[in-house]
């Protein structure tokens, strides 16, 4: 098996540490050597269902070698992280509960060449192999994501950490409303796409300070945006 430079990843806790670009090492791996590190990698996940084995194999040979390299880049880094995390709960690595949605995650990876959304696949791939809070959602959810959608949705705080304020008031966030992090903020964002996105996946609220103000809101991370954002970052 060929060896690759090691991909630090994506703090997707933190803000501003930039993904690295994907190893050009991964494009320039043989066709055969592709094959054989696909199959030992995917042999222990489908080992008790034979069927889901032959059809991953399918999935894979109907690749062109470009979408190989990336979908084995990703199962590579993607098994290492849930052995890591496996290793430290002290469970065994789990086949995926949901086979289908499995097999998607691997798609789409193999389609991303973005360093942060080749990332967050990586990383819900290994989260589908080693925790139960991956839903089959996340999947069709991350295919619409972009870069800035992800940025921002790392960047805000839960509603326990926004200070004092009310919630779900009336306001229409598609209307131009600005917004800060937290109530005590001085800096005040533009309402962007990337906000109406993540409000429609309901990743995100809005509240605002006492006395509300409808021209200015609090714009917080959902405890389902939580969940989400758990399973497309590197636990370790």
């Given at each position: 098996?060929?060896?690759?430079?090691?991909?630090?990843?994506?703090?997707?806790?933190?803000?501003?540490?930039?993904a690295?670009a994907?190893p050009?090492?991964?494009?320039?791996?043989?066709a055969?050597?592709?094959?054989?590190?696909?199959?030992?990698?995917?042999?222990?996940?489908?080992?008790?269902?034979?069927?889901?084995?032959?059809?991953?194999?399918?999935?894979?040979?109907?690749?062109?070698?470009?979408?190989?390299?990336?979908?084995?880049?990703?199962?590579?880094?993607?098994?290492?992280?849930a052995?890591?995390?496996?290793?430290?709960?002290?469970?065994?690595?789990k086949?995926?509960?949901?086979?289908?949605?499995?097999?998607?995650?691997?798609?789409?990876?193999s389609?991303?060449?973005?360093?942060?959304?080749?990332?967050?696949?990586?990383?819900?791939?290994?989260?589908?192999?080693?925790?139960?809070?991956?839903?089959?959602?996340?999947?069709?959810?991350l295919?619409?994501?972009?870069?800035?959608?992800?940025?921002?949705?790392?960047?805000?705080?839960?509603?326990s950490?926004?200070?004092?304020?009310?919630?779900?008031?009336?306001?229409?966030?598609?209307?131009?409303?600005?917004?800060?992090?937290?109530?005590?903020?001085?800096?005040?964002?533009?309402?962007?796409?990337?906000?109406?996105?993540?409000?429609?996946?309901?990743?995100?609220?809005?509240?605002?300070?006492?006395?509300?103000?409808?021209?200015?809101?609090?714009?917080?991370?959902?405890?389902?945006?939580?969940?989400?954002?758990?399973?497309?970052?590197?636990?370790?």
């Amino acid at each position: 098996m060929d060896e690759l430079p090691k991909n630090n990843g994506l703090d997707l806790v933190g803000i501003g540490k930039v993904a690295e670009a994907i190893p050009k090492a991964v494009f320039e791996r043989s066709a055969e050597t592709l094959l054989t590190t696909f199959e030992k990698l995917t042999a222990p996940i489908t080992e008790s269902t034979s069927g889901f084995g032959r059809y991953l194999r399918q999935k894979f040979n109907n690749m062109v070698e470009v979408e190989k390299a990336l979908a084995t880049y990703a199962l590579e880094e993607a098994i290492a992280r849930a052995n890591r995390r496996c290793e430290k709960a002290k469970i065994g690595l789990k086949s995926p509960a949901h086979p289908k949605t499995f097999v998607r995650t691997i798609e789409e990876a193999s389609r991303e060449t973005n360093p942060i959304l080749h990332e967050m696949w990586t990383n819900l791939l290994s989260s589908q192999l080693s925790s139960e809070a991956s839903h089959p959602h996340f999947v069709e959810v991350l295919s619409h994501f972009s870069p800035a959608d992800a940025k921002l949705l790392v960047s805000l705080y839960p509603e326990s950490e926004i200070g004092k304020h009310n919630t779900y008031i009336a306001i229409n966030p598609g209307f131009g409303v600005a917004w800060v992090r937290r109530n005590s903020d001085a800096e005040i964002h533009p309402w962007t796409t990337s906000c109406d996105m993540l409000y429609e996946f309901r990743f995100i609220h809005v509240a605002a300070e006492p006395p509300v103000n409808r021209n200015v809101a609090i714009l917080y991370r959902t405890h389902l945006g939580s969940e989400f954002l758990a399973t497309v970052r590197d636990p370790s």
